[in-house]
C-alpha cells in the first residue's frame, strides 16, 4: 500500500519551454502532496506544499510564477515548470500524506538544454 | 524549530556486519521522527517511523531505530549488513505548520557495503 508514481521519469526539454511532472498517490486518496527538488549529491529541498482544492503554499525563495502546482484531485498533483531553463535542471521528488506519514514518488529527472 | 544531525556523511561496512547511522535531532516539542532510504535515481522509501509510541522501533528488511529522549538521538541499525543495503539514508523529522505536517531533512548518510 500507499504508492506514490511520477510521470515521466526523466525529461529533456529546451531552454524557454514548460515541463509538467505529475505525482499520483496509486491506492489512497492525499488531501496534501509535497514537492521536492534534489541536487546532486544534497538532501531534500521542499519547495511547496499541494493541498487539494485550493492554493499551494511556496517556501521561501521558491517562485510561484516559475514552478506552478495544480492539486486537481486527491490523487493527482502537477507540478510545472514555466520558460525552463538550465538551472532548473534537477532530481524533482514529490511526496503524498497518509496519516501523518509522507510517501515518495520515484522521482523525476529534468535536463533543461 | 526543528533539526536532524547525521553525524557521518558516509559509512562503509563489509558485508555480514552490524550497521549503525546515526541521527541527533531537536525539536520543541515530542517529534515524529522517520528513517528513509534512497537508492541511486530512485525516490525515497520509508523504512521505519516512531510517533510516541514504542521507543524501539523496527521497520523493514532488518533495520530497527531506538528513540532516545535523554540524548535526542534516533539511531538506525542493522544487525548484519547485506549488499543490498548500499544506499543514501536520510533521518527526518516531522513538524506541524498549519494542518499539514512537513518534513526537516537530514544532509544524508551514504552507507557503503564491501565483501
Known amino acids: 500500500g500507499a504508492v506514490v508514481s511520477q510521470h515521466p521519469s526523466r525529461v529533456i526539454c529546451k531552454s524557454g519551454t514548460s515541463v509538467k511532472i505529475e505525482c499520483r498517490s496509486l491506492?489512497?486518496?492525499?488531501?496534501?502532496m509535497f514537492w521536492y527538488r534534489q541536487f546532486p549529491k544534497q538532501s531534500l529541498m521542499l519547495m511547496a506544499t499541494?493541498?487539494?482544492?485550493?492554493?499551494?503554499?511556496?517556501e521561501q525563495g521558491v517562485e510561484k510564477d516559475k514552478f506552478l502546482i495544480n492539486h486537481a484531485s486527491l490523487t493527482l498533483s502537477t507540478l510545472t515548470v514555466t520558460s525552463a531553463h538550465p538551472e532548473d535542471s534537477s532530481f524533482y521528488i514529490c511526496?503524498?500524506?497518509?496519516?501523518?506519514?509522507?510517501?515518495f514518488g520515484p522521482g523525476t529527472r529534468l535536463l533543461v538544454l | 524549530a526543528q533539526s536532524v544531525t547525521q553525524l557521518d556523511s558516509h559509512v562503509s561496512v563489509s558485508e555480514g556486519t552490524p550497521v549503525l547511522l546515526r541521527c541527533n535531532y531537536s525539536?520543541?516539542?515530542?517529534?515524529?521522527l522517520f528513517w528513509y532510504v534512497q537508492h541511486p535515481n530512485k525516490g525515497l522509501q520509508l523504512l521505519l517511523k516512531?510517533?510516541?509510541?514504542?521507543?524501539l522501533v523496527k521497520g523493514i528488511n532488518g533495520f530497527e531505530a531506538e528513540f532516545k529522549k535523554s540524548e535526542t538521538s534516533f539511531h538506525l541499525t542493522k544487525p548484519s549488513a547485506h549488499m543490498s543495503d548500499a544506499a543514501e539514508y536520510f533521518c527526518?523529522?516531522?513538524?506541524?505548520?498549519?494542518?499539514?505536517?512537513?518534513?526537516?531533512f537530514g544532509t544524508g548518510t551514504r552507507l557503503q557495503v564491501t565483501l
Open positions: 525539536s520543541s516539542y515530542s517529534p515524529s
Open positions: 527526518v523529522v516531522s513538524y506541524l505548520t498549519g494542518t499539514a505536517s512537513k518534513l526537516t
Open positions: 516512531y510517533t510516541s509510541a514504542a521507543t
Open positions: 491506492d489512497f486518496q492525499a488531501t496534501t
Open positions: 511526496s503524498a500524506s497518509l496519516s501523518e506519514t509522507q510517501y
Open positions: 499541494s493541498n487539494e482544492g485550493s492554493k499551494a503554499t511556496y
